[in-house]
């Protein structure tokens, strides 16, 4: 993308070298090309590591509040992120609309928010389904797992409002990669996107048990355990 997204994607990959045990499995060899990430959100980290795991330049929809932050804020817009405002969810689908049809991978969150803190998973928003279905692009499922003993709160305000970051800076760290999923059908078909969603998140939440096993070494590891 440019200097900034390079720069940035060096860091989190050094970062995550010397602070992160990261443990990575891959289900399948993923297509060239644009490619929408989906994953669950346990941490704030999650955004910054999703990068890894594509070769194409990515950008991740992350909520606004990260954009109010003085200089970071600047940082990931110029490094091409797409910022969710909330009621505005339509504007930031169209913009990553846009960077899948310039040959960017994109990369969602379909909770919209963390996961909860004690455990679990949200509910998943229609977004990426949609956006699969507008674009025809492959959906690559993504589990993270985390000990979240190892989480910090942190409490801060922007814009006169309290915000809450749950970060994840050290420890392992594991991700399952999913096989891509093609997406047919109307995207302006509420049922059929609904119904896609509800199945994703399925596939998401699977993954995020089989990350959680093998780093508490109650499976074998994949055949690839390193990041691109």
């Known amino acids: 993308m440019n200097l900034f997204y390079n720069s940035a994607r060096m860091f989190v ?3 995550s070298r010397l602070m992160l045990n990261m443990d990575v499995h891959w289900h399948d060899h993923l297509p060239a090309g644009p490619k929408i990430f989906i ?6 980290t999650d955004p910054f590591v999703l990068h890894l795991l594509s070769r194409e330049p990515m950008s991740v929809l992350i909520v606004s509040t990260a954009f109010a932050f003085p200089l970071f804020g600047e940082y990931i817009r110029r490094s091409g992120q797409i910022q969710v405002i909330p009621g505005q969810g339509e504007q930031a689908l169209e913009q990553a609309e846009r960077y899948l049809k310039s040959g960017y991978s994109v990369g969602i969150f379909p909770e919209g928010n963390f996961s909860p803190q004690a455990g679990g998973f949200r509910r998943p928003r229609g977004g ?7 674009t025809g692009v492959p959906v690559i499922p993504v589990g993270i797992y985390l000990p979240r003993e190892g989480i910090q709160r942190i409490d801060s305000r922007q814009c006169g409002r309290p915000t809450v970051g749950y970060w994840y800076l050290r420890g392992p760290y594991g991700i399952t990669v ?3 999923v093609t997406l047919q059908g109307n995207a302006e078909n509420a049922e059929h996107v ?15 048990r089989e990350s959680e096993y093998r780093l508490r070494r109650l499976a074998p590891s994949g055949f690839v355990t390193k990041l691109l």
Not at 39 to 44: E, F, I, L, W, Y
């Open 178 to 180: 999913g096989t891509p």
């Open 13 to 15: 990959r050094l970062y």
């Open 39 to 44: 994953a669950n959100h346990p941490s704030a």
């Open 194 to 208: 609904y119904s896609y969603s509800q199945n994703l998140m399925e596939g998401i939440k699977s993954l995020a």
């Open 128 to 134: 990426a389904a949609r956006l699969a279905l507008r």
